[in-house]
């Protein structure tokens, strides 16, 4: 009943935006009509949020969409499974950007270059450029240099949605109370985390569950350090003094930071700070929304939002997700119109109403009078890094196998952390020669 | 006397102690279910004072996920494992306990053996055959599974009940002139429901509680319910009052089981290793 | 009980009746197709499977074959022998302190006593309760921010907060305390069963003899019911090297392979991390340890073997 209600009034403001755009009444969405795509992405703020646009999508062109909704982690065993049978579940799949080189090179994406040839399904007013390049060469383009950096051996394979960059937020009347300017660098933020400490108040919350979490914790420091998991020649670099640094940082963040990070995913060190329990934050940008949720928030109002500050370099992180389309997919073009509406500047513009992120930098620009960390994003993006970390098929089982546990061992002990590092960066070289990457030296 | 009753005082402390070890983490799920997220982020553990909502109820049962589907496909799976394992390992035991057939020791020897095959043992192969067949999203595949998992127990467990049922009573069926059917419906059946619900409680534990073949081999229309639970522990965050409300509803019929049929449950715990 | 009484008429007095030679074949066989099927067909395509690299999302068919490497692999692997390691500690504390306790309270409640049927009633509660919701349970519990055992340790004992599940000691202890929590029940209440077995007899003699309770309970009662006391042990063992849900919902197997059990390494690996060749190599591992234990069990008490005998 209450549904019927919904689907009502949603009707009723779908028939209203028609009729106030006009162009999509001769449309292109007829001959998809009453198709079902099958979305399959993940159960987080973003993608939650996104349910009222789909809804819409459906009122407005006919095509019904089926949500399946999974756990992040899940998502890539079910997609994977789907999309190597000879015919998947799915039409449209959102994948987190490590996963782009797998999917690609066990061929089960549509390239794009497929759907922007054919002039019936491409929206003219689409503007790609405008979406924040950082994003779609994180998340869309495959093939570049090293296989997921940009370049111009790459394809386009997904349109970025739900993608995300780093920022700082930090607790303005914590800062005020304590004397704090806000960090600029990696230095400032060390200090502040020693006064903030002094004073009795847990100061950075961070990820640090063994696994990916903790290794996503110590990526957020590295790149501004300096350090990176690989040179150019696929040499692993965890040890060299950089990435030390990057894991002595993140040793102090859990000495002076709220208690448990050890056990911490991201959910546990966005709650932490939402309850008030730590005083900075630096990790995805996903944290400004929230902290405007009263639900989970008990701190809104109170939170200011910064650059993630620089070491000897800026770099934050790229990440998040993007939308494309399974090769095995039977309504390929009515899946391009389903990602290209969501992405299209009027769907990003809904999506920032409805309270997630948007990929564009002219929505950025259009409501940074509205959310106060809509100019600090923009203001990051130049910075984020493409190479935050290699996204490469091998990179899973380093980051879990390897580094996840590595950094683990650097967080809960006392342990000298070069000589953890060192035997890490052997195991990834051992990991990498069983894959064939030293074939060329 | 005197003494008496001070260790009566003792024993019966030592068991409410024991009861309420054994009751409480149940209960925190319990109460934890009926409390909206700002309580239960609240630092004091409230055990009872709290004023009770059924918000996260209402976001299961009516919210986005499709509780309805999910609640449905526990139930099919369960039942017909249930039935499955019953009906065949009942055949099997009583065939086990009546005659003697070439390979029977095989037999009874490699049931036991197979009882103890580890989940995680299964879960890679099941994958693999579930993408080579393109059998997935598909009930009937775990429905065979956990059949197979409970079938060796079962079989275990009816073929001691039927022994203790005396073969004059079958023969003299016989002599009165029914079939091997007959027999099997109308003189042992009767005979047989302790053990049948024995059987069946344990199997139908399996089949609703299981989750990692589940988590594997269900898709989007075919998720059970610990499956749908264990997908509310988002990247963002634990809604801890909706998991325990989900937990909560997992656990409703087991308990159920437990409240009605204590003794028959006891039975089946102790028939593996004690004899009698 | 009609049929009973229909039947005792002409009790005896017929010979055995010989059924046709094929019909228990006809009955045994559905039932063994579904276990070849769903339990034997499975452990074999372990063994072929981990001769093959295969990874998901790649056809089978064009996994190489690389013959015994992940078995190599396997033998040379330190992770391997740390959580054979982690699984061996872990089923060394769990049934030890399962059976102390279990023993133990068997021994001061056989007494039949009133309202017994209740109070067994509520100690088999845990035993019925989905893994998984016991590992949600008991992860809220060990919260280190919200968790009530933290809550209590500092609200009663001034301890400050603890980080139980990010802590390698300090989870592997919960996850010890939890399984103690689910599964003592399943001890006490075979030993109080195995007790109240006993031939009263016995025990009567012995009280006859001037046996004191401490007497009684070592010399008499605890080896007469020793077969059952092994099994239940065995059963126990096995059960910790079949474990994985409660572990993976409450740490994952971390912080590091603290608490990662063999079952769990298996699907951490096989799902994890993708290499789904490995994982079988693992598990052959894994069937040989179990398959080992429950012929030990197997031995000691197979009710087909000594019951079908007579």
């Not at chain 3, 069937?287 to 030990?296: D, H, K, Q």
């Amino acid at each position: 009943m209450k549904s019927l209600l919904k689907n009502g009034l949603l009707a009723a403001a779908g028939m209203a935006l028609v009729a106030s755009t006009g162009s999509a009444v001769a449309s292109p969405y007829k001959p998809y009509e009453g198709t079902t795509l099958v979305v399959s992405w993940p159960s987080n703020a973003h993608f939650n949020a996104a349910q009222p646009l789909v809804e819409q999508f459906t009122e407005e062109t006919g095509i019904e969409v089926e949500v399946d909704y999974l756990q992040y982690l899940k998502l890539r065993d079910r997609q994977l499974l789907e999309m190597s049978k000879p015919t998947g579940e799915y039409d449209v799949v959102a994948w987190v950007v490590m996963w782009k080189g797998e999917y690609v090179n066990k061929g089960l994406l549509t390239p794009l270059s497929e759907m922007y040839t054919n002039a019936g399904l491409v929206d003219p007013d689409y503007d790609i450029n405008d979406v924040a390049d950082a994003y779609l060469q994180n998340g869309g383009v495959v093939g570049g240099e090293r296989g997921y950096l940009p370049g111009k051996s790459g394809g386009l394979y997904g349109i970025p949605f739900g993608a995300e960059t780093s920022i700082l937020a930090y607790r303005k009347d914590i800062f005020e109370e304590q004397g704090i300017e806000v960090p600029t660098t990696y230095d400032e933020l060390r200090a502040a985390m020693e006064t903030l400490h002094a004073a009795g108040i847990p100061a950075l919350t961070s990820r640090g569950a063994t696994g990916h979490q903790v290794t996503a914790a110590w990526l957020f420091h590295l790149a501004p350090l300096g350090g990176r998991v690989f040179d150019e020649k696929w040499n692993p670099v965890v040890n060299s003094p950089e990435s030390v640094e990057a894991a002595a940082f993140l040793r102090d963040v859990v000495r002076t930071g709220p208690v448990g990070i050890p056990a911490f995913g991201f959910g546990d060190a966005v709650t932490a700070f939402l309850q008030g329990d730590a005083a900075i934050y630096l990790d995805s940008l996903k944290i400004a929304a929230m902290s405007r949720d009263p639900s989970r928030s008990k701190i809104d109002g109170k939170v200011g939002f910064a650059l993630h500050p620089e070491g000897t370099r800026c770099g934050s992180e790229t990440g998040g997700f993007a939308l494309g389309i399974p090769d095995n997919s039977k309504n390929k073009e009515a899946a391009f119109l389903f990602i290209q509406y969501m992405t299209s500047k009027a769907g990003d513009q809904k999506m920032v109403d409805l309270g997630g992120d948007p990929v564009r930098i002219s929505t950025l620009q259009n409501n940074a009078d509205r959310f106060p960390e809509y100019s600090v994003v923009a203001d990051q993006l130049p910075c984020a890094d493409p190479d935050w970390r290699p996204l490469i098929p091998e990179w899973n089982e380093l980051n879990v196998d390897v580094l996840g546990q590595a950094l683990t061992r650097v967080i809960t002990t006392d342990d000298p952390i070069q000589p953890i590092m060192d035997d890490a960066n052997e195991k990834i070289r051992a990991i990498m020669e069983r894959e064939g990457y030293y074939v060329w030296n | 006397m005197k003494n008496d009753a001070v260790r009566q005082i003792y024993y019966y402390t030592a068991l409410i102690l024991l009861a309420c070890i054994s009751l409480a983490p149940i209960w925190v799920m319990i109460a934890t279910s009926l409390k909206d997220e700002v309580t239960v982020q609240g630092a004091t553990p409230l055990w009872f004072f709290f004023v009770p909502t059924l918000e996260n109820y209402q976001t299961i049962l009516f919210g986005r996920g499709k509780f309805d589907t999910y609640l449905m496909n526990s139930i099919i799976v369960a039942v017909s494992a249930t039935f499955l394992t019953l009906s065949l390992g009942g055949f099997c035991a009583y065939a086990l306990a009546r005659n003697r057939f070439a390979g029977r020791h095989f037999l009874a020897n490699a049931t036991l053996l197979v009882r103890m095959v580890p989940p995680a043992v299964l879960a890679v192969p099941a994958f693999a055959f579930v993408t080579l067949s393109g059998i997935d999203n598909d009930l009937a595949a775990l429905t065979f599974l956990y059949t197979a998992i409970s079938l060796p127990f079962a079989i275990w467990l009816l073929f001691g009940f039927y022994k203790q049922i005396p073969i004059e009573l079958e023969e003299a069926a016989v002599v009165d002139g029914a079939t091997p059917l007959q027999v099997f419906f109308r003189v042992l059946m009767p005979l047989m429901t302790s053990g049948y619900a024995v059987a069946g409680i344990f199997t139908f534990r399996i089949a609703w509680n299981e989750f990692i073949l589940a988590l594997l081999l269900t898709g989007r229309n075919t998720r059970t319910l610990p499956v749908a639970a264990a997908g509310f522990l988002t990247e963002e965050g634990v809604e801890w009052g909706r998991i325990m409300a989900m937990g909560t509803l997992i656990v409703i019929p087991p308990l159920l089981f437990t409240f009605f049929a204590a003794k028959q449950i006891i039975a089946g715990m102790t028939a593996g290793a004690v004899k009698g | 009980m009609t049929a009973t009484t229909a039947g005792e008429t002409t009790l005896g007095k017929k010979p055995r009746i010989e059924p046709g030679l094929l019909s228990p074949y006809m009955f045994i066989t559905p039932a063994v197709l579904i276990m070849v099927g769903g339990l034997l067909y499975p452990v074999v395509m372990a063994f072929y499977l981990s001769f093959y690299d295969w990874e998901i999302g790649r056809e089978l068919q064009d996994a190489p074959f690389v013959s015994f490497d992940h078995f190599v692999r396997m033998i040379n692997d330190p992770q391997v022998w740390e959580v054979l390691w982690v699984t061996l500690r872990f089923g060394f504390w769990v049934i030890t302190i399962e059976m102390t306790l279990g023993i133990a309270l068997a021994l001061l409640l056989e007494k039949p006593i009133r309202g017994a049927s209740v109070f067994r009633t509520i100690f088999i509660l845990p035993l019925m309760v989905s893994p998984v919701v016991v590992g949600l349970i008991w992860r809220y519990l060990f919260d280190a921010r919200i968790g009530w055992i933290n809550y209590y340790l500092g609200a009663w004992f001034g301890i400050e907060p603890l980080v139980w599940l990010g802590d390698p000691q300090l989870a592997f202890f919960a996850i010890v305390f939890t399984d103690i929590w689910q599964w003592t029940p399943f001890i006490f209440i075979i030993i109080i069963a195995g007790l109240q077995a006993l031939p009263s007899e016995v025990i009567e003699a012995s009280d006859i003899d001037g046996a004191n309770w401490w007497q009684q309970i070592l010399l008499v009662k605890l080896p007469m019911i020793r077969s059952i006391i092994i099994i239940a042990l065995l059963m126990r063992l096995i059960d910790v090297f079949r474990g994985l849900e409660v572990m993976l919902i409450m740490t994952g197997g971390g912080p590091g392979r603290s608490t990662e059990l063999l079952s769990l390494h298996i699907y951490n690996r096989a799902f994890e991390t993708q290499q789904l060749g490995y994982a079988s190599a693992i598990s052959v591992l894994l069937i040989v340890v179990v398959f080992g234990l429950s012929l030990a069990i197997l031995n000691m008490a197979n009710p087909m073997k000594t019951r079908s005998d007579v």
